[in-house]
């Protein structure tokens, strides 16, 4: 049996644990820039708040309804994820993070009742964190989604639906009542197209050609059938495969113009995409830069412009790297343009242990040169990001991202700490 493990409204349910009077008010959590919104509470789901909705189209409902704001706090937010994490861990031996809310856990070989352990697993995380959990329980990954979804949503389960424990006419009941859309890996274009072949509910898909879903679709949909008719074809990934690409990149909170500034950005996302490489132990074999103005503003002059550079030899080393973006900023820059957005990313990505060195190559002694990365690593660890760096990011950051309505760092900084009296 596989359990799925879900924080309930994440984001809004960590600001909820360190800001009490949040709670049973309607509260919305907004992108990079508080551009958008990207998380709400039950409250804000009630009064019509749309996922990716325009945060300056909603502040005069926002207004009129008492709805709180909140800026996306993503130090807050991977801490108490890794909080959550922990924890489950030492409910089942076996355990896949599949994303910063949710979690797969195994039950296999356990001899407590399933259901009482998840309860046992909703207390616990409560008690230790105050963030809320539902439990999914079944025996594939999509059907413990599934039933995650109705312990969600459906009040008569008390956050744990164990799929199994339903009799077949529930099971058949659950799936016809929900639209085929609501399956993990079923998005909305695929789901137009089932629409199109007569397949409206997850019992539809259930009750398809597995075959045939494999013609008209992919291997992936098929599998997806034979999930949802209780036959495991997706495995439990207890290890994080390494990433192939890191992207980091960010939209400014204003317009800036001159290149010392992107390079600072630049310098920046460099040094944040080179720390993420060595956490996993990869090189990269080359790297891309990109720049653009605001699409969304079109009376402006217009200007994007990327460029992707191999590199001599893959590498991990911030100065190395970030010496390469640059050079490639400086040739993709224009001059009069207001530039709203710019990132960086490392492609060609390889163990560091199955790269060929260069004979004719001269570089900086490469030990000393990892000694020093793990100095800069180890110092923002302990001290917060950007503690130390590399001259050309600068220290002003007027183009950073907007953040008007960020709560404190309760976990994360010290001068943050919550008081208790």
Known sequence: ??????????????????????????????????????????????????????????????????????????????????????????????????????????????????????????????????????????????????????????????????????????????????????VWGIGRRISERMAQEG?????????????????????????????????????????TPDKQQILCSRSFGQEIYTEQELGEAISTYIARAAEKLRQQGSLAGSLAVFIRTNPFRPKDPQYSQHILVPLTQASDDTLLLTRAALWVLKRIYRTGFAYAKAGVMLCDLQPRTAVQGHLFLQTADPIKRAALNKVMDDINRQWGRGSIRVASAGFNHGWKMRQNTLSPYWTTRWADLPIVR
Not at 26 to 50: F, Q, T, Y
Not at 203 to 224: G, P, Y
Request: a neutral charge; proline letters at 4%; charged letters at 20%.
């Open 1 to 182: 049996m596989i359990a799925l493990v879900d924080v309930n409204n994440f984001y809004v349910s960590c600001q909820r644990v360190f800001e009490p009077k949040l709670m049973g008010k309607p509260v919305v959590v907004l992108s990079n820039n508080d551009g958008c919104v990207v998380a709400r509470s039950s409250e804000a789901k009630a009064l019509g708040i749309k996922m990716a909705a325009p945060w300056h189209q909603l502040r005069d409902f926002a207004q009129q309804e008492g709805i709180i704001a909140r800026s996306s706090n993503y130090a807050l937010y991977a801490d108490m994820s890794h909080r959550v994490m922990t924890i489950l861990s030492r409910f089942s031996p076996n355990q896949e993070i599949y994303s910063i809310d949710e979690c797969f856990l195994s039950f296999d070989g356990l001899l407590q009742d399933h259901t009482e352990l998840a309860q046992d697993i909703r207390r616990t995380v409560l008690q230790w964190t105050g963030l809320p959990v539902c439990v999914g329980i079944a025996p594939t990954k999509t059907l413990a989604k599934l039933a995650n979804h109705i312990a969600k949503k459906q009040a008569p389960f008390n956050g744990v639906c164990a799929w199994q424990q339903l009799n077949p006419n529930q099971q058949d009941a659950q799936m016809q009542a929900l639209p085929v859309g609501d």
């Open 199 to 239: 397949i409206h509910t997850i019992a539809d898909l259930r009750a398809s050609n597995a075959d045939q879903i494999r013609q008209r679709h992919s291997i992936v949909v098929q599998r997806t059938v034979h999930e949802l008719r209780g036959i495991p074809s997706i495995e439990l990934e207890e290890s």
